[in-house]
């Protein structure tokens, strides 16, 4: 619940430490840190001429400006160890490497088989010897009909290969791969086949590999022991988080009505499990309680592949027990902020991790909210109370991580709470029988097979309900688009809803109501401001062409008639969604072989977009400053180049299907005339504020 920040000094001090992570990630410079600091200083000396050394708001001062210095230089520390020691600053002549390492996870698919190896040496191949002075992580993307090795976590392999950087996204707001892979410090990928892997020692007694030999057969018991087709997809993601057998259909029921949580190991799952173990162990002797809870945890996570959110709700349940079995009351804000810094100190780029995100902001909104939803619930009989208990922890967790989910995933479910009620229950339910199912086929089949027909019946049960949701009206909202800044304005609002909810607030309440009618109506303005806005994106398609053309409340756009509709969706869906292209009049129009122009009319300036050839006129088609954009270009005569150096365009764009040869004299015309190239083949561009 919320209280004041004197009972929860770790949130103060972790709020500080993320600051100077911040500071980082943003790029301020270390002379500006310096600068701060020497400010710092000076006031807090300042200050000492008046008051007495051990006044407590002097010490709390110095302490929290510790913390930011100590989150900036831990990551600045952190990174700069890492660049020196990666074994990317090996340069080969030849450029093949040879990467020794240990696999550290392993993920099939229909087509290539993707592994990450963590690298502990490296060398040329050209110079036959390895040197073990770097480290880093590799992705390997094998095929799968050309791969006779069977990869395994914990193997140690030899990898000869020509390494790559992993490609950046070409396309605006789309789901960046590479991004996506930074945050887990993987910058490269080779593709190999299985010639080029050594398999060094299969290490049968590492425990990675033995962990995944059993969660194989695990899997396997699953499979032998149920009988519908789309039960053992759902019991291992919810026990395991794997989604790799699941039923595509299932999964998208689940993530539309807002319950995909459930099929990822998190502190849910870590909750349920601790939860019963404390049932059952109700009556034993603390210590044995809480040593064997531990341990059943711990044994848990391991078992579900140790994923970075049930280690944080596994270190948080831990600090629980432990609280408990030498009876110290701590505030739950307390664990939950100093788990955060612990976890932030020992990798400082969790910070950027949804997975973090998410965890944090269900435990902060089950901690904060939880109580206050629980009397809200009616309760006419004791038996009703664990029901109770279990929607309004869902309806909390929700309220936490609802911003986030709508800014990553850009959709939300109106019945997001009813589905989270049915969602977790039948999670706890699933998750139980499931491990009994999967665990009795090693010792007891007879009752595996008993325990199957059951869980075949709560899985179907539970996929309906979740299929039910989506047939309710309005049962998915999509195409929801938030800026991070407005999930920090949400997020504020939510914080101040809370504090008066909890009445912390009673003498502001005006100015805070008037605050939150000034924050909601910037959000307002924002979201006009997207309608109204114009701009025109030429998106990176290969050889085909794809303009969008935003102006106010109308989109128009230019497209090669051999454009499929995959490829129109993949790249330009996420831009259309920040556009707001749903509440605009939407034409297309499809470039023939013949020369056109079109001419987009800006505030100040023109964008001037011509295909299959430029016109003798095309001096005359502008009036004011213009911005040229050319497609479906193979050939550019020195006439034609001479014209568009007279014409001097503020930017030269080389649009799809524009031959390399004419992208190259583009840019030489850009670089004499000093002005922006951009090439659409190698990333979208974008031309906004014209």
Not at 653 to 662: C, D, L, M, N, Q
């Amino acid at each position: 619940m919320p209280i004041s920040f004197s009972e929860v000094p770790f949130f103060r001090l972790v709020l500080a430490f993320i600051a100077g992570i911040l500071l980082f990630v943003s790029g301020t410079k270390m002379d500006f840190i310096y600068m701060v600091l020497g400010v710092t200083i000076f006031t807090v000396l300042i200050y000492l001429y008046k008051k007495s050394i051990w006044s407590c708001n002097l010490l709390s001062i110095c302490l929290l400006g510790l913390m930011v210095a100590a989150g900036y230089y831990r990551t600045h520390s952190i990174q700069y160890a890492e660049s020196i020691t990666h074994f990317s600053n090996l340069e080969c002549p030849d450029g093949e490497y040879t990467l020794s390492g240990t696999v550290l996870e392993v993920r099939k698919s229909q087509n290539f088989t993707t592994a990450y190896l963590a690298v502990d040496q490296v060398g040329c191949e050209s110079q036959q010897k390895l040197f073990d002075t770097y480290s880093g992580k590799i992705q390997m993307l094998i095929n799968n009909s050309d791969s006779t090795l069977e990869l395994q976590p914990g193997q140690t392999l030899t990898l000869i290969s020509i390494i790559s950087d992993i490609p950046p996204a070409r396309n605006p707001h789309v789901f960046s791969f590479k991004a996506f892979l930074e945050k887990k410090k993987v910058y490269h990928r080779a593709f190999v086949g299985s010639q080029d892997l050594i398999e060094v020692g299969a290490s049968p007694g590492n425990l990675r590999t033995k962990i995944h030999r059993f969660r194989t057969s695990f899997i396997q018991n699953l499979e032998t022991h149920t009988h519908l087709e789309q039960t053992p997809g759902l019991i291992t993601g919810i026990v395991l988080g794997d989604k790799s057998i699941m039923n595509k259909e299932t999964y998208t029921a689940f993530r539309d009505v807002g319950a995909a949580h459930v099929l990822a190991v998190s502190g849910l799952h870590v909750g349920i499990v601790f939860s019963i173990l404390f049932l059952v162990l109700k009556h034993t002797p603390k210590y044995v309680q809480a040593l064997i809870t531990l341990i059943g945890i711990w044994a848990f996570i391991i078992f579900a592949g140790a994923p970075p959110s049930a280690m944080r709700a596994g270190s948080m349940f831990s600090l629980f027990s432990i609280g408990q079995l030498l009876r110290k009351r701590v505030h739950p804000i307390n664990i939950l902020s100093f788990c955060a810094f612990i976890h932030l100190f020992y990798e400082p780029n969790l910070l950027r991790d949804v997975g973090f995100q998410f965890s944090y902001m269900a435990l902060l909104g089950i901690v904060v909210f939880y109580r206050k939803i629980n009397t809200l619930i009616p309760s006419p009989h004791p038996w009703v109370n664990p029901f109770r208990d279990l929607a309004s922890l869902s309806v909390a967790a929700q309220m936490g991580v609802l911003p986030l989910s709508i800014y990553f995933f850009n959709q939300a479910s109106p019945y997001f709470m009813l589905s989270s009620i049915f969602s977790v229950l039948g999670a706890y339910i699933i998750l139980i029988g499931g491990l009994l199912t999967g665990l009795m086929g090693f010792v007891f089949p007879a009752l595996a097979n008993l325990l199957g027909f059951i869980m075949d019946y709560c899985c179907l049960l539970l996929s309906n309900t979740m299929w039910f949701f989506t047939q309710l009206p309005g049962a998915a909202f999509k195409e929801l688009h938030i800026t991070s800044p407005e999930v920090v304005l949400i997020y504020g609002l939510i914080t101040i809803g809370a504090l008066m909810w909890y009445r912390r607030i009673t003498y502001w309440k005006k100015p805070v109501l008037m605050t939150m009618c000034l924050l909601i109506f910037l959000g307002f303005t924002t979201t006009y401001e997207k309608i109204n806005g114009q701009a025109v994106v030429i998106y990176s398609v290969g050889n085909e062409v794809l303009i969008d053309v935003f102006s106010p409340k109308k989109m128009h756009s230019i497209q090669s008639r051999s454009l499929t509709e995959t490829t129109e969706h993949y790249a330009a869906s996420a831009n259309r969604l920040i556009w707001s292209a749903k509440n605009r009049d939407s034409t297309k129009h499809l470039i023939e072989e013949h020369m056109e122009a079109h001419l987009i009319k800006g505030r100040t300036n023109e964008v001037l977009i011509i295909s299959n050839g430029l016109p003798d006129n095309m001096c005359a088609l502008v009036q004011r400053p213009y911005h040229l954009v050319l497609t479906k270009m193979y050939f550019l005569s020195p006439e034609e180049m001479e014209q568009i150096t007279q014409s001097k365009p503020l930017s030269i764009t080389a649009g799809g299907a524009t031959s390399r040869k004419v992208a190259q004299d583009l840019q030489t015309i850009a670089e004499e005339l000093e002005i922006t190239f951009a090439n659409s083949y190698l990333n979208y561009h974008k031309i906004k504020n014209f």
